[in-house]
């Protein structure tokens, strides 16, 4: 079987390991320049979800590739507001130590191998049939 996928090179995970510094330095332009919140949206809203779901070690299949995305954007706003609550928690909050925070997590996390995405590994319609598919139409009858 030709396999045509790619493996995930390392620009990617050294992308994905440094995309929240750059919506950091973003923050130091003045206030209202839309350069300033859309990176620190973004960041928060993909960086960390890709982070831990890309790159799989054999690339993604076409199925698992939506897959991914759509569970980046929630994966990223969970650790985003796990950690904005602990940071509340210990009155330590700020949007720099926030960032700081994702940024690094975002470091630490790019390098490792991603987590498990069902439709990378199987295809996003392969299913198993069941017993009585298996054995044909008068399977099922008892007769």
Known sequence: ??????????????????????????????????????PVLLFVLLGPGCALLLPLPRGLRPGARLEALALAAPLSLSLATLTATALFLVQGFTATVFLVSLAAFCTVVAPLPAL??????????E????????????AGNGR
């Open 116 to 125: 498990p995405l069902p439709a990378a590994t199987r295809g996003a319609v």
């Open 1 to 38: 079987m030709n396999d045509t996928r790619t493996p995930a090179g390392p620009w990617l995970r050294a992308a994905l390991a440094l995309s929240g510094w750059p919506a950091l330095a973003a923050t130091e332009l003045p206030d209202g320049v839309p350069l300033r919140w859309i």
């Open 127 to 138: 299913r198993r049939p069941r017993r009585d598919e298996r054995a044909g139409p008068a």
